[in-house]
């Protein structure tokens, strides 16, 4: 764990400027991935349920990428720029830069080719870490690592299913943070947390209780 930070901490000092000039060319052709946090958030900025709003806003009503228009513009893009700013995805928060996560937890960086006609400037004024400070996404980081690492978790129990034969699958909407969290404390005569990153954890809880309750549900069976 120890080399995992320093090696965050030496990538994230690594010399990276960039100067948006709202030519909004970054939002246009582009896939902008979602999780379920982002999707709550904007959910939450936008006076919709993630619910409806997956339905409204996201590809084919999955919530794992925004819609576009027929000409191919982000269907939050509006005239003078982005109308979800305050609740952009963490992609349109890092850009120009991309960022991998690795198996082992570590994370690669990298400079995105820009659009032809882009006027955003690459510079070496700052580090790649004021840049994501400057853009707020850690928390965004965050919620997309605990994510990332519950869907490993969940296809290495359906591999193990799959290789035994036999199938099982996921509700969908196990993935829609705030219908699961709203309907659990529902059952439980709660009110939902109202900070969104609270429910966040909530949700991430209930979906390991979930890989929990498939695992017990196979130890049973053996
Ligand atoms: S969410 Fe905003 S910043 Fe991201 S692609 Fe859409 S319009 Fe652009």
């Known amino acids: 764990m ?24 970054c939002c246009r052709h582009k896939h902008i991935q979602t999780n379920p946090y982002e999707i709550a958030r904007l959910a939450s900025f936008v006076g ?9 806003s996201t590809l084919d009503g999955e919530g794992t990428a925004l819609l576009q228009t027929p000409d191919g513009d982000c269907v939050f893009l509006g005239p003078d720029g982005c109308t979800v700013h305050p609740a952009r995805p963490l992609v349109c928060r890092l850009y120009p830069l991309g ?27 700052g580090t790649i870490g004021d840049y994501f400070e400057d853009q707020d ?6 919620a997309a690592d605990a994510y990332v690492e519950w869907v490993h978790a969940a296809t290495e129990i359906m591999n193990d299913i799959a290789q035994d034969g ?4 996921f509700d969908a909407g196990i993935l829609d943070m705030d219908e699961v969290v709203t309907s659990w404390c529902a059952a439980r005569n709660e009110a939902p947390p109202s900070d969104v990153e609270a429910r966040r954890s909530l949700h991430l809880k209930l979906l390991y209780e979930e890989l929990d309750h498939l695992k017990g549900g196979r130890d049973e069976q053996d």
């Not at 996404?137 to 965050?142: K, L």
């Not at 036999?166 to 699958?169: L, M, V, Y």
Request: with cysteine; hydrophobic share 20%.
């Open 48 to 56: 919709q349920s993630s619910s409806q709003f997956r339905t409204q």
């Open 99 to 125: 960022r991998h996560r690795m198996g082992d937890g570590s994370e690669r960086w990298h400079r995105l080719e820009p659009h032809p006609q882009s006027l955003g400037e690459y510079s070496e004024s």
């Open 166 to 169: 036999e199938t099982a699958a």
């Open 137 to 142: 996404a850690q928390g965004f980081i965050d």
């Open 2 to 25: 120890k080399n995992i930070s320093s090696q965050h901490e030496a990538a994230r000092k690594e010399r990276f400027g960039y100067t948006c000039h709202a030519c909004s060319r």
